[in-house]
């Protein structure tokens, strides 16, 4: 590591960091879901040409997909960022009460307007660097939408987006500063219909076949199968479409939607197999049609040391966020309105001993293993096509749960600024180490084909799917 580059790229963070505070809390002030986020990817856009990249809108066919690019020639380092929101989390900034803005709107309850404009403030740091270093590379930030629910990245990749991209890296806001472990699950979302046949359920049953009937067979039979499968493997349900409010008229239609995971995506899809035979045997017994859609899928996220230890070197380097007296009394504020539980989860879940520290003062270890929450993300299938890792940075009070209204109400605060800024740094001088030291890249490039050699990388998405559409 050069230090004088590393404090070359803090120094340019920090020069360009108010117009990125600025693009957040204007992010968090329109929040969108879905690949609705119309007025956030044109936020990002705007940025990106105020800052003097080449914008391509419409990435892979997604209106909300963005990609802005800077330098030549040289490799390729995309950082990635979001900026989706989630439904029904609406809250007023800076109050330690729930009370929405909007009553049922959306909120910023995953940070991602922090996530977006700090991945946009590193690569703008990495473009300011190249020019003034005049160094043969090119910076590209990706603007990726709806990774709540949609898996965009998914679809992104499958379209190529990323095929000529050296190294890709990333951050989410979080409890603690550190890296985020590369530990989730794959995951197939995918929907069931049953069709039978309508009836008068007094006056001829005989002649009805229940579509209800097979949606509540197949899910005893699921339940039955659980006891079947490997241990981090998770399978949940919703019945979307129970077939009518008239208990007297025999349900000629009705639809269950299945998230199915497990730790790597080859079990993941035997899995699904296994849950669609379950579901052919309900279509069996009760005389009904059964069809199934993937809605949608992503991969497990790979491990890559090498940029690992690159991003933990960077944050060790840079020491923890320096938070302020301030920033710690509404933290304590924040931290009252949550369960000692929630507070216990979020030491536990980082491997940090607990204590009453409201904010994170340190970097967690790199040897750390704490004990990840195992959700999914379309970070996945990134990590599959591109060496690629991600840094957690502090931007919350400890415990603040997920997809939570205290997260929206901390999403505009100085110490969530603080820790997007701090963030920033990281990445940017994890992007120029990665310029000026080749070897890196190589190494980095050789760990992603030894752990794909044996399970080359297959899109979990069918063909014909297209991104956004049956959610
Ligand atoms: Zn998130």
Redesign the pocket.
């Given at each position: 590591m050069n230090a004088a580059n590393s404090h070359a790229a803090w120094d340019l963070v920090d020069a360009r960091k108010e117009d990125f505070i600025a693009l957040s809390d204007a992010v968090w002030d329109t929040p969108e879901t879905l690949y609705l986020e119309h007025r956030s990817a044109a936020a990002h856009k705007a940025a990106l040409e105020a800052h003097g990249f080449r914008v391509t809108e419409a990435v892979a066919g997604i209106e909300t997909a963005l990609m802005g690019e800077a330098g030549e020639g040289g490799p390729v380092i995309a950082i990635l960022g979001?900026y989706d929101a989630l439904p029904g989390l609406s809250q007023v900034a800076g109050l330690d009460r729930p009370e929405p803005i909007e009553p049922g709107g959306n909120g910023h309850g995953?940070?991602?307007n922090l996530?977006g404009a700090g991945a946009l403030l590193a690569a703008t740091a990495v473009k300011d660097w190249l020019e003034r270093t005049g160094t043969k590379a090119r910076i590209r930030y990706y603007g990726c939408p709806a990774?709540?629910g949609g898996a965009a990245k998914t679809f992104m990749v499958r379209d190529g987006v990323f095929d000529d991209v050296d190294i890709a890296l990333s951050w989410?806001?979080m409890h603690f500063t550190g890296i985020i472990p590369p530990l989730t699950l794959a995951v197939t979302m995918i929907d069931f219909e049953f069709t039978g046949r309508a009836s008068h359920a007094a006056v001829a049953p005989h002649l009805g076949r229940s579509a209800l009937d097979a949606v509540e067979l197949m899910n005893v039979g699921v339940n039955y199968l659980r006891e079947h499968v490997p241990s981090d493997s998770r399978i949940h349900y919703a019945i979307l479409d129970s077939g009518g409010r008239a208990p007297n008229v025999v349900q000629a239609k009705a639809v269950v939607r299945y998230s199915v995971r497990a730790l790597k995506r080859v079990d993941m899809e035997k899995l699904v197999e296994r849950v669609k035979k379950v579901a052919e045997g309900a279509a069996l017994m009760t005389e009904t049609k059964m069809r199934s859609s993937v809605v949608t899928a992503m991969s497990d996220v790979l491990d890559n040391p090498t940029l690992y230890a690159l991003l933990h070197r960077n944050l060790e380097h840079l020491g923890p966020t320096d938070f302020d007296e301030e920033d710690r009394a509404f933290a304590r504020r924040m931290q009252a309105t949550m369960s000692a539980e929630d507070i216990e989860v979020a030491f536990l879940s980082a491997g940090v001993a607990q204590s009453d520290k409201p904010l994170c003062d340190l970097i967690v270890p790199l040897a750390t293993r704490g004990v990840p929450m195992l959700g999914s993300?379309d970070l996945g299938d990134v990590s599959w096509v591109v060496p690629f890792a991600q840094i957690a940075g502090a931007t919350q009070a400890i415990g603040t749960p997920?997809h939570s209204w205290q997260l929206t109400a901390q999403g505009k605060s100085p110490m969530a600024h603080k820790g997007m800024i701090h963030t920033a740094k990281a990445l940017a001088a994890s992007a120029i180490e990665l310029i000026e030291t080749p070897d890196l890249i190589s190494a980095a490039r050789a760990d992603l084909e030894a752990r794909t050699a044996r399970a080359p990388y297959a899109s979990p998405l069918p063909k014909e799917l297209r991104a956004g559409t049956g959610i």
């Open positions: 979001e995953c940070g991602h996530l990774e709540e989410h806001p993300t997920g």
